[in-house]
């Protein structure tokens, strides 16, 4: 049921709504005496990196365009999907549902990823070069180190190895710490 507000109430509302333009173009109030100038670093976020570049390009197409333009557009990188893939199975640890993934929302030309038998999840992802890995990189860290847990990243020269330790289980990380050797190895 629908009640009908007290002229008081309307009143109230015109006139919130009448005065609420006149808040916004004031000006802002000097620090006075009691307020800092400038705030103390303890409140200051650190910078956060910017967003890599993507190439323009990949803009009107559609998810399967965008794999098909990086599977076809990869830089040469020594320390490639397919090589610790080999270098992986060489040591004894299987990679399964090893697929490509798109790697331009963290400014990668080219990912794969999957999961060893034991859980660990993998990603390797090539860059331009390494400036470009290292940005991507710090871009990663900073947008999903708080989402994810059991996280880690390393960069050989311009490849990323994006690394989860499935719930954190001490075999996971052991299990991690393996692939980061020989991935650190390529």
């Given at each position: 049921m629908f009640t009908v507000p007290s002229s008081s109430t309307v009143r109230r509302v015109v006139l919130a709504l009448a005065l609420a333009p006149a808040c916004a173009d004031r000006p802002a109030v000097?620090?006075?005496?009691?307020?800092?100038?400038?705030?103390?670093?303890?409140?200051?976020?650190?910078?956060?990196?910017?967003?890599?570049?993507?190439?323009?390009?990949?803009?009107?197409?559609?998810?399967?365009?965008?794999?098909?333009?990086?599977?076809?557009?990869?830089?040469?990188?020594?320390?490639?999907?397919?090589?610790?893939?080999?270098?992986?199975?060489?040591?004894?640890?299987?990679?399964?549902?090893?697929?490509?993934?798109?790697?331009?929302?963290?400014?990668?030309?080219?990912?794969?990823?999957?999961?060893?038998?034991?859980?660990?999840?993998?990603?390797?992802?090539?860059f331009a070069g390494e400036p470009e890995a290292a940005a991507g990189l710090d871009y990663s860290r900073a947008t999903f180190d708080k989402l994810i847990p059991h996280r880690s990243l390393i960069r050989n020269q311009a490849a990323v190895l994006t690394l989860v330790a499935s719930g954190g289980a001490s075999e996971n990380i052991v299990e991690s710490k393996r692939v980061a050797e020989i991935f650190a190895r390529l």
């Open positions: 000097p620090p006075g005496p009691s307020s800092p100038a400038e705030p103390s670093l303890a409140t200051v976020a650190p910078p956060r990196p910017a967003k890599p570049a993507t190439d323009p390009a990949l803009g009107p197409l559609s998810l399967m365009e965008r794999l098909g333009h990086e599977a076809s557009h990869r830089p040469q990188v020594r320390a490639n999907p397919e090589r610790l893939a080999s270098a992986l199975a060489a040591g004894g640890l299987a990679l399964e549902r090893w697929k490509q993934v798109l790697g331009s929302p963290i400014g990668a030309r080219f990912c794969m990823a999957g999961q060893t038998t034991g859980g660990t999840v993998v990603s390797v992802c090539e």
